[in-house]
């Protein structure tokens, strides 16, 4: 290992990573249809893999006859398109149906190139994991699995209406379990559930904690920040960020914005209470449930909807906000609630799945039990009344979020990498 940045030493690095994201393009904007945290996962560690000169080439679905082939996402790091089905029009349970046109696609990229083209494969999400499974018996190569969320988890924590994860997908969980050479799990909790829940062995399953850009999430000026994204000076801000469907509770936020304002009317005034982030999902079926029930609850005036931005302007928007609101039912990690720590903006989130690991309850916010919109305004209120209480979680958030980079999450990934490949089943190339 490097003494430095404890990655593995040159001799036993991968030189080329197959990368498998079937369902959602890296390019894909976050907030937005099924691009979310694992988006930013792929394309932060692959930046960071190639920055130290292991090529990564991702395969995801093509969703539009505009794309090209092939596309150069950064130096080191290149996008294939691959044709399997219609390009539009089709969601997440309908992929299934086309995992051989898109195995058929991954496995003639490789079948261009000479025998041991590629050292590894990581797949993201079960769909990616049933086209790794099978590359990985053709090429005679390590398959590292991320699995990202897990049905059986979803399942037991599913939002008033939301809709069960169907039985194929826990099936196919289960067999891309049974057969990744190595899990990675985002939290130890995720570590237990791939374990307790789908047998996981645990020799073959590693944590390694996702990261943040602490280069773009930085505190700043709050005034600064307000006046780049339109918001008075002094109002009081209430921000949600992530897509708009039942499971990640965007509702239980204006719940409980409505009830701060009908225990102080006052507050109507000062109140702004931002969402940024599209439908996805389930909420695609009422896309306009949230302005809807914001007009029921008598706060239209108080909200604003912002459709996904750029990492950039999002950065001001943490800046600009009081407290980031985290209500989701569940969370395999939760860089949301992350990037706004980094940005020194207390976070007031559920205490489910990868938050109680993304946010430390008492330092850089508050972890609420459960999802009673008052217990969500009582820890809100609590961020208001007690100005100490929230400058001291400010400085705790930045400081905790230093201990999260995307550089340690690659670094970490890099061990696991040099570990599967050297274990006795690859320690000789297989070729054929």
């Known amino acids: 290992m490097d003494a430095v940045n404890g990655t593995p030493t040159p001799a036993r690095l991968p030189r080329r990573v197959a990368t498998l994201s079937v369902h959602t393009s890296p390019l894909d904007q976050p907030g937005a249809g099924d691009a979310g945290g694992m988006n930013v996962y792929i394309v932060e560690v692959s930046r960071r893999l190639a920055a130290w000169g292991i090529d990564v080439e991702i395969f995801t679905r093509a969703t539009s006859s505009d794309l090209p082939p092939v596309v150069e996402m950064a130096p080191g790091v290149t996008v294939h398109h691959v044709i399997a089905g219609p390009y539009e029009g089709l969601g997440k349970n309908d992929l299934p149906a086309q995992l051989c046109a898109f195995t058929s696609g991954v496995l003639r990229a490789e079948a261009m190139h000479e025998p041991g083209y590629f050292d590894l494969i990581h797949s993201h999400y079960w769909l990616s994991g049933q086209v790794g499974w099978l590359a990985r018996d053709r090429w005679g190569v390590p398959l590292i699995h991320s699995a990202h969320t897990l049905a059986k988890v979803k399942n037991s924590l599913l939002a008033d209406g939301d809709m069960p994860e169907p039985r194929a997908r826990v099936i196919g969980e289960e067999q891309v379990v049974a057969e990744a050479d190595r899990l990675i799990a985002s939290t130890g909790q995720e570590a237990r559930d791939l374990v307790t829940l789908y047998a996981a062995d645990p020799d073959r399953v590693h944590t390694i904690a996702p990261g943040v850009d602490l280069d773009r999430y930085q505190s700043g000026d709050q005034a600064i920040a ?142 609420v039990a459960g999802h009673d919109p008052a217990d969500y305004a009582a820890a809100v209120r609590r961020l208001i009344v007690d100005k100490p209480l929230a400058a001291s979680l400010a400085a705790g958030a930045v400081q905790y979020a230093t201990g999260f980079s995307w550089d340690r999450t690659a670094g970490e990934l890099l061990a696991v990498y040099a570990e599967a490949r050297h274990a006795p089943s690859y320690a000789v190339p297989v070729v054929g």
């Open 226 to 367: 307000r006046a780049a994204v339109g918001v008075p000076t002094d109002a009081l801000v209430l921000l949600f960020v992530g897509r708009i469907q039942p499971l990640k509770a965007p509702d239980i936020l204006l719940r409980a914005a409505a009830r701060l304002v009908e225990d102080d009317p006052d507050l109507a005034r000062r109140l702004r209470v931002i969402v940024v982030g599209a439908p996805s999902g389930t909420g695609l079926d009422e896309p306009h449930a949230l302005q809807n029930l914001a007009a029921h609850l008598g706060i239209a005036e108080q909200m604003r909807f912002e459709r996904p931005v750029s990492p950039d302007r999002l950065a001001d928007f943490y800046r600009a906000a009081d407290v980031t609101v985290v209500p989701s039912y569940n969370e395999s990690f939760g860089l949301v609630a992350l990037e706004s720590q980094a940005c020194g903006t207390p976070v007031v989130a559920a205490a489910v799945g990868g938050l109680t690991t993304a946010v430390s309850h008492g330092r850089s916010g508050l972890l």
